[in-house]
């Protein structure tokens, strides 16, 4: 267990960017970088370390500091604000489908021939249609990501880790994260996402059992079980905007 000394908040600019950090000095040897899911960048230096000595390092890891913020900017979920009503388009698995509101006898949702066919018991307001969605998202999404755990974690069945548990809630920042104790955590409007992006943020998930950090181990890993998941993580930014 290290022993933590102080921390104080720093800065250093590199070209037009500011990059704020925290330094906390500790009984350590080397110094420890990292760049953390809400954008903060916490540096670990051995106690008695010179400042001047810090800064020059963190300048001239600053390319790779703002590729990992921009990256934890960009997975942020972009899903605009709905309206829930006739006519209005709603992602699942990656393709549109339009709304058909109606009264009838019984709440349900139905998808058929490139609708969301919704009936309200009564009258079919906004939040009641929003209700009644959401909750057959949620219940999409449990089986839709479940099938994709299952999937995913064939490839990392002989690395010596177990299998993790997994949980779904709707999370502003984040379309999924890892827990201390191992729970995969996945956004429900994931669900709006193709199936390839669902596998690609569980794959980075489970990634991160072997390797906590965005370090160089851990892009060598996911490169390994997903060859080219730039391009799939670039698809799951444009299909949900």
């Avoid at 698995?93 to 006898?105: N, P």
């Avoid at 489970?206 to 490169?223: G, M, Q, R, T, V």
Wanted: net charge positive; aromatic share 10%; charged share 25%.
């Amino acid at each position: 267990m290290e022993a933590l000394i102080h921390n104080n908040k720093h800065s250093v600019v590199y070209g037009r960017k500011t990059i704020d950090f925290s330094l906390l000095y500790c009984d350590r040897k080397t110094m420890e970088m990292a760049v953390h899911p809400d954008g903060a960048v916490i540096v670990k230096a051995p106690v008695g370390s010179d400042i001047t000595l810090i800064e020059k390092k963190i300048i001239k890891r600053a390319r790779w500091i703002l590729r990992q913020m921009n990256y934890f900017k960009q997975f942020n979920p972009k899903t605009p604000d709905r309206c829930y009503v006739n006519g209005e388009t709603h992602l699942y698995l990656g393709k549109q489908y339009r709304l058909k509101i109606a009264e009838g006898t019984e709440n349900s949702v139905k998808l058929s021939r490139g609708f969301f066919h919704i009936t309200c018991r009564n009258e079919p307001t906004p939040d009641a249609v929003k209700k009644l969605l959401n909750q057959w998202y949620l219940e999409k999404a449990q089986l839709q990501f479940a099938e994709s755990m299952d999937r995913c974690w064939q490839k990392f069945n002989g690395l010596g880790i177990d299998q993790p548990k997994l949980s779904i809630k709707r999370m502003q920042k984040r379309w999924g994260s890892l827990s201390d104790k191992g729970t995969v955590t996945l956004n429900t409007d994931l669900i709006r996402a193709p199936k390839e992006c669902i596998d690609y943020v569980v794959t980075h998930e489970l990634c991160h059992l072997k390797f906590h950090d965005h370090s160089p181990e851990f892009y060598k890993l996911l490169d390994s079980v997903i060859p080219g998941w730039e391009k799939i993580k670039h698809k799951l930014e444009l299909s949900m905007v």
